[in-house]
């Protein structure tokens, strides 16, 4: 895509229509409010390119009310991602994230790598219409916005009218006040949750049964408190089968939930260990950990191993 630099402008019209056509006003602090969200939601865009946005306001016209903004930005490439982001703040309904395909997660891991794409040119409109849909402070100040306008009984629809210079045909998207709903967050967090195989070193196990502190541990140089609920593996811990030493390891399958406040932006990142394959030291042989197999019919068996019968022996002794 083009990444040369010139004037593009937009115009961008919101009219609110009310139930009596001939009404051409409406409570100022909602409005104010209202206009401040989708404002903030154009500026927000400013982030993947590191430039200012001019934002002008034109005399406001009657035939409900209207509200006139011309948006300026200094390449064709930001009029694109901004024009996208003004007619996904009036999608009928609220996105939920895109999926990410492993070829886009290469492309738009990051903010910075958004940028360096956005630079070479690379970036396609669908790439930016995901950036758009996943894009958290629009999917925030959309909600505030229609939660706003939401208090303005008057107010039976908005339309929202989006036009750059460079194209003939405007975009126009209609929302009933019926619909108003599907773009409030009614939930205030949102959760992302991924498992991959793991090498952890541990640091700090926790021996005791019953004890409710997390274990400590290292994985690709990083520190990190996780939980364990592989029972097998927890019951050899807890009967002393298993000795923890400096460089002591676990094989795992590890989930990681990423909890995100919508508002703040506030996140917690919570992990636990679902399944240990195996464990050991560097340099040493490592030792499998025997788990029960489920199957449908047969309920819950234990899976054969040269040792059947020998750990029974030893938790009784």
Not at 127 to 134: P, T
Not at 236 to 252: A, E, R, S, Y
């Amino acid at each position: 895509m083009n990444t040369e630099t010139s004037n593009t402008n937009l115009k961008i019209e919101l009219r609110y229509r009310f139930d009596d056509e001939n009404k051409h006003s409406m409570n100022a602090e909602i409005f104010n409010e209202c206009e401040r969200q989708f404002i903030k939601a154009i500026k927000s865009t400013e982030k993947y390119f590191e430039d200012t946005i001019q934002i002008k306001i034109k005399p406001r016209e009657e035939g409900s009310l209207i509200d006139i903004l011309t948006v300026t930005v200094n390449s064709p490439i930001f009029g694109v991602l901004v024009g996208i982001f003004a007619t996904k703040f009036f999608d009928s309904k609220l996105p939920t994230a895109k999926h990410k395909t492993d070829e886009t997660s290469k492309k738009l891991e990051n903010l910075q790598t958004i940028k360096d794409q956005i630079k070479t040119g690379t970036l396609t409109e669908d790439d930016f219409d995901y950036i758009a849909s996943n894009d958290k402070d629009l999917r925030k100040y959309k909600s505030s916005f229609f939660k706003s306008v939401k208090q303005e009984k008057d107010v039976v629809k908005i339309e929202s009218t989006t036009k750059a210079e460079t194209k003939t045909q405007p975009i126009i998207i209609i929302i009933d006040r019926k619909d108003f709903d599907n773009f409030i967050i009614t939930k205030t967090t949102e959760e992302i949750e991924e498992t991959q195989e793991a090498k952890i070193y541990i640091v700090a196990p926790i021996l005791i049964k019953g004890r409710r502190d997390s274990w400590k541990g290292i994985i690709e140089s990083n520190n990190i408190d996780f939980k364990i609920s592989d029972k097998e593996f927890l019951q050899q811990v807890w009967n002393k089968h298993i000795n923890f030493q400096n460089g002591t390891f676990i094989n795992c399958e590890l989930k990681t939930i990423t909890t995100t406040n919508i508002e703040t932006e506030e996140t917690k990142i919570s992990r636990e260990v679902i399944n240990v394959a195996n464990y050991g030291e560097d340099d040493t042989p490592i030792k499998a950990i025997a788990h029960r197999k489920k199957h449908k019919d047969k309920g819950i068996i234990q899976q054969p191993n040269l040792f059947s019968g020998l750990e029974d022996n030893d938790d009784n002794e």
